[in-house]
C-alpha cells in the first residue's frame, strides 16, 4: 500500500523522499562521478558520450545537457548531487540556486540577506 504523501501539494516543491531516489540513482551517481578530477575531464571533453555511459533516462540527460536544474530535481536530482555539475561549470552554489529561481545572483544573494522567501510563498 502506498504511503500518504501530504508534503506533495507544496506547489513548485519536489521533496526528495525514496521514490524520487529511485527515479534518480543514475543520475545521482553520475552527479557524484564528477568529484573525480578525471571523471569531470572526461565530462568537459564529451558531456554526451561520458552521459551515455551512465543507465540514465534520455530526459535526465537532456536535463543535464541544457544544465535545468529544476527538471534534473524533478526527475530524481538531489539539489547537493547536482551541486557537482555546477562546481565542474564552475559556478557556485549561490549561482546555481539564483539560475533556478529565475533570480539573478545578487538578487538571490540579497532575498537570502534578506532572510529568504516568505515562509507563505506558494502553500496550498
Partial sequence: MPLDKPYLDVPGTTIFDADQSRKGYWLNQFCMSLMKPENRERFKKDERAYL???????????????????RCIQLGGNIYFLAKIGATDGKSFQQMAGSMTGMSEEEYRNMMIGGG???????S
Fill in 52 to 70: 551515455d555511459e551512465w543507465a540514465m533516462t534520455e530526459e535526465q540527460k537532456q536535463a543535464v545537457l541544457a544544465r535545468d536544474l529544476n
Fill in 117 to 123: 522567501r516568505d515562509p507563505r510563498w506558494g502553500r
